[in-house]
Nanobody
Framework: QVQLLESGGGSVQAGGSLRLSCAAS????????MGWFRQAPGKEREGVAF???????DYVDSVKGRFTISRDNSKNTIYLEMNSLRPEDTAMYYC??????????????????WGQGTQVTVSS
């Protein structure tokens, strides 16, 4: 069973940057989907950024142009570079991976392995 471990969360002021990492405990299939999700208190979990095995990326509209997702299959790690952070980005951030390859990685139902989360807090 692959386990995912997120790191890199913290507290920053609005306009600041953070880089999240998600390391898998074992080799994951290089053609699977990987993604970042977030959940703020009192809100539903939402998908933030996704990357396919072919390195295609997709983002929720609210983070386009500010966040960048990437993956390094040799290190079994994905990253989320977050710039121009806003207070509304405050949430627990989770990474996730699918067990199979999918054509569309932005659907939450394809993800079956989840990390424990890392907190991101942005103050105004």
């Amino acid at each position: 069973q692959v386990q995912l471990l997120e790191s890199g969360g913290g507290s920053v002021q609005a306009g600041g940057s953070l880089r999240l990492s998600c390391a898998a405990s074992a080799s994951t299939y290089s053609d699977n989907c990987m993604g970042w999700f977030r959940q703020a208190p009192g809100k539903e979990r939402e998908g933030v950024a996704f990357i396919s095995g072919g390195f295609s990326t997709d983002y929720v509209d609210s983070v386009k142009g500010r966040f960048t997702i990437s993956r390094d299959n040799s290190k079994n790690t994905i990253y989320l570079e977050m710039n121009s952070l806003r207070p509304e980005d405050t949430a627990m951030y989770y990474c996730a991976t699918s067990r199979n390859a999918y054509a569309i990685c932005s659907r939450e139902y394809v993800y079956s392995v989840w990390g424990q989360g890392t907190q991101v807090t942005v103050s105004s």
